[in-house]
């Protein structure tokens, strides 16, 4: 009779093993779930998926970001791994949104195909660099203007190559050129008072001649791995002498002064040094990113996400991102700061804002 019922146990452990070999499996890690089912890792990047904007307060996508949040630190200890957001799917779903640098990673990293029952979206992103350190020539070719000079246009430190002046700002007393840290600030390598040039050294600026400013402020960024940082900026000191507050006439003009808050699918344009006047659609908020620099890597958390590829190049940085469309038109929405051949990195505007004390000299 014992013989009969071990033999019974054994066939009975056999089958349970042989039934979970057909259903995915979950198992705990760190206080939450994963499936071993892995996502689909597309070895191209489509456009972000048209539809109505996402309200910032809507329950489901409070709770899909909180669900990113939650699995973001394990995700990125995998290698290649270098970002998640909350985004959409195809079909319009909201999902969690990961970024990995080629598809054998994507692949490697095993990547479950939901997490806590929403969707994953693996995207081939490449590495994320700031967008100065990898300056293109421009597809107008000189960028030097009369004074006042307009925004979005060829600006730097004169020991970087060449970014954009997002805008001009004021505090209510004095006015400023906003751009990124590692435009105006070299990466923390500057001292406040140094010139800030129009256009940059790489577009052939020199000091004092091409001088429009001095380095007043910057938030510095951190490198150390267990930091978050949330924006790379920098204000200039300059005058309505010799900067104006409208870009170019081939771009949108004046922005205005209110800013607005990123939403999924929102649809955005800026004015850049380099790729000029672009439009794009906001396919990723609350990102957390890894970016490279000249210094070395750096995380930022709280970041906006936007697609196509083309939107933006190296030289853009400090763009100015403002909501495209008729209603709200020319509303700032975030600063442009790094980026990949297939997404653009921006900072929320709100946040920059803030740091500095400062608003959009605007209409």
């Not at 990466?187 to 577009?203: F, H, I, K, R, W």
Request: glycine letters at 10%; charged letters at 20%.
């Amino acid at each position: 009779m014992k013989n009969l019922l071990r033999h019974r146990s054994v066939f009975a452990v056999a089958l349970i093993a042989f039934a979970l070999t057909l259903f995915p499996i979950e198992w705990e890690r760190g206080g939450v779930q994963l499936t071993s089912v892995q996502a689909a890792v597309p070895e191209e990047t489509s456009d972000a998926p048209e539809g109505a904007e996402f309200r910032a307060d809507d329950p489901q996508l409070l709770e899909v970001m909180a669900i990113q949040d939650s699995y973001t630190d394990e995700l990125l200890t995998a290698p290649g791994i270098v970002g998640t957001a909350t985004g959409v799917t195809k079909d319009g779903q909201l999902a969690v949104v990961v970024y990995a640098e080629s598809y054998a990673s994507a692949k490697a990293a095993a990547i479950p195909e939901e997490l806590n029952e929403i969707p994953v979206v693996v995207e081939v992103t490449g590495k994320f660099v700031s967008l100065e350190k990898m300056a293109l020539p421009r597809q107008g070719g000189d960028d030097r203007w009369p004074r006042p000079v307009p925004i979005g246009v060829s600006t730097g430190h004169p020991n970087i190559t060449a970014g954009t002046i997002g805008c001009r700002v004021t505090d209510g007393e004095k006015l400023y050129a906003l751009s990124n840290n590692h435009v105006y600030a070299d990466e923390n390598q500057a001292s406040l008072g140094d010139p800030v040039l129009q256009p940059g050294t790489y577009d052939g600026g020199t000091d004092p001649g091409d001088r429009i400013g001095a380095l007043a402020d910057f938030e510095p960024i951190d490198f150390s791995p267990l930091h978050t940082n949330v924006i790379d900026a920098a204000i200039a000191e300059s005058t309505d002498l010799v900067l104006d507050n409208a870009t170019p006439p081939y771009c949108y003009g004046t922005p205005r002064s209110n800013p607005l808050d990123a939403r999924l699918r929102m649809r955005v344009m800026k004015c850049g040094r380099t790729t000029e006047f672009t439009k794009g659609t906001i396919s990723g908020i609350n990102a957390t990113v890894t970016v490279g620099y000249q210094t070395g890597s750096a995380r930022f958390v709280d970041q906006i996400v936007i697609t196509p590829g083309e939107f933006s190049a190296g030289g853009d940085s400090g763009s100015l991102i403002v909501k495209a469309g008729l209603f709200g038109r020319g509303r700032p929405v975030g600063l442009l700061f790094a980026g990949s051949s297939t997404h653009t990195l921006a900072n929320p505007i709100r946040d920059v804002l803030d740091r500095f004390g400062i608003t959009v000299d605007g209409r």
